[in-house]
T-cell receptor, first 114, second 112 residues
Framework: QQQVKQSPQSLIVQKGGISIINCAYE??????FPWYQQFPGKGPALLIA?????SEKKEGRFTISFNKSAKQFSLHIMDSQPGDSATYFC?????????????FGQGTILTVHP | NAGVTQTPKFQVLKTGQSMTLQCAQD?????MSWYRQDPGMGLRLIHY???????DQGEVPNGYNVSRSTTEDFPLRLLSAAPSQTSVYFC???????????FGAGTRLSVL
């Protein structure tokens, strides 16, 4: 049972465009929602994260939008660049000792064409 | 500062063989985890630990054993490898104070 569902599986965007990746979760105990970025041959690295007490968080060109009632959250990449080409994973956990336990979405392969 | 170090980077096993994937972190993190990454399935938690001597199962623990005798090390053991265990394995560590997991570079395992 996939508790965090991510879409699309792959995404192609032109340089300067907006990339949008969506995730939905089922477990209402989740209270921390990070996005991880992974380049080929590397481990995932934290990109940006949000807690459900805010509806939006922005860091540079990256923004998370969060809808608690719909149990959905999304990543927006503004002014997408070829260097943003990577695999993106949404994730969630329930805090406390669950800090060591992330539930990941299936991943989205983003390709930004120059 | 090495962070999370995984060895080996690549490994090929025959069905039934055993091996240990090594993971070490030098950040004095209490929490450590093992994930496997398969195409179209994201990363799935195998086992995790909240401190030395304490381990628990994740989503896909069958066929894997772990132990944690020190804060720094968290090895993952495959007792009898199966083709279904062909995957990329990632170790991660984190601290209770900051909910950020730091991942190693991964071990790519093929079981023939």
């Amino acid at each position: 049972q996939q508790q965090v569902k991510q879409s699309p599986q792959s995404l192609i965007v032109q340089k300067g465009g907006i990339s949008i990746i969506n995730c939905a979760y089922e477990n209402t105990a989740f209270d921390y929602f990070p996005w991880y970025q992974q380049f080929p041959g590397k481990g995932p690295a934290l990109l940006i994260a949000i807690r459900p007490d805010v509806s939006e968080k922005k860091e540079g060109r990256f923004t998370i939008s969060f809808n608690k009632s719909a149990k959905q959250f999304s990543l927006h990449i503004m002014d997408s660049q070829p260097g943003d080409s990577a695999t993106y994973f949404c994730a969630a956990n329930a805090g406390g000792t669950s800090y060591g336990k992330l539930t990941f979405g299936q991943g989205t392969i983003l390709t930004v064409h120059p | 500062n090495a962070g999370v170090t995984q060895t080996p980077k690549f490994q090929v096993l025959k069905t039934g063989q055993s091996m240990t994937l090594q993971c070490a972190q030098d950040m004095n993190h209490e929490y450590m985890s093992w994930y496997r990454q398969d195409p179209g399935m994201g990363l799935r938690l195998i086992h995790y630990s909240v401190g030395a001597g304490i381990t628990d199962q994740g989503e896909v623990p069958n066929g894997y054993n772990v132990s944690r005798s020190t804060t720094e090390d968290f090895p993952l053991r495959l007792l009898s490898a199966a083709p279904s265990q062909t995957s990329v394995y990632f170790c991660a560590s984190s601290t209770p104070g900051r909910n950020i997991q730091y991942f190693g570079a991964g071990t790519r395992l093929s079981v023939l």
